[in-house]
């Protein structure tokens, strides 16, 4: 079945530096999603991008989607305390998404 | 905000009891999903419905069982409680190819 792969796992940032996860597929994907869980919380989904090579922006973070939809990446500027939890792609269909195993940000400040 | 729901938020509970964690949702939406989470790690999906009166088994092996008799209900049953079994369950719903709503999740502690 499909398989989203999802580096690094851990990603421990000063605050003020920029960062960027990664997620791979083995498979072409229809789209891609991007979920954030905050500590103790529950994900929550932040954006979806479906074209070949797009690009979308959110404040201080860029989402890519690879020109072969095949991988994805996450960028984030000036790293704040607010961005700490763990941030997962999703690849899949109308009917299942495949969850990376997350990329979980710590800030030292 | 999403309108799921999960119940109950914490659950202790002695070996071999049963036990069902309720999820309910208000959206309408056809797509239903159990995930299996402990603390900071990957979300393993254990079941899910395209609809009533359809289950599927995830991913992840699981000993529990589902039903989708409502479209706005998807209940998730274990006839035996193990420590094996503490973790975190996530109910999850999504119409079509659109983004996913994720409940507050159960922490379950078997004894």
Sequence with gaps: GQQVMQIPQYQHVQEGEDFTTYCNSSTTLSNIQWYKQRPGGHPVFLIQLVKSGEVKKQKRLTFQFGEAKKNSSLHITATQTTDVGTYFCAGGNDYKLSFGAGTTVTVRA | ?111
């Design chain 2, 1 to 111: 905000e999403a309108d799921i729901y999960q119940t109950p938020r914490y659950l202790v509970i002695g070996t071999g009891k049963k036990i069902t964690l309720e999820c309910s949702q208000t959206m309408g939406h056809d797509k239903m999903y159990w995930y299996q989470q402990d603390p900071g790690m990957e979300l393993h999906l254990i079941h899910y419905s395209y609809g009533v009166n359809s289950t599927e088994k995830g991913d992840l092996s699981s000993e529990s069982t589902v039903s989708r008799i409502r479209t706005e209900h998807f209940p998730l049953t274990l006839e035996s409680a193990r420590p094996s079994h503490t973790s975190q369950y996530l109910c999850a719903s999504r119409s079509g190819g659109s983004e996913q709503f994720f409940g507050p999740g159960t922490r379950l502690t078997v004894l």
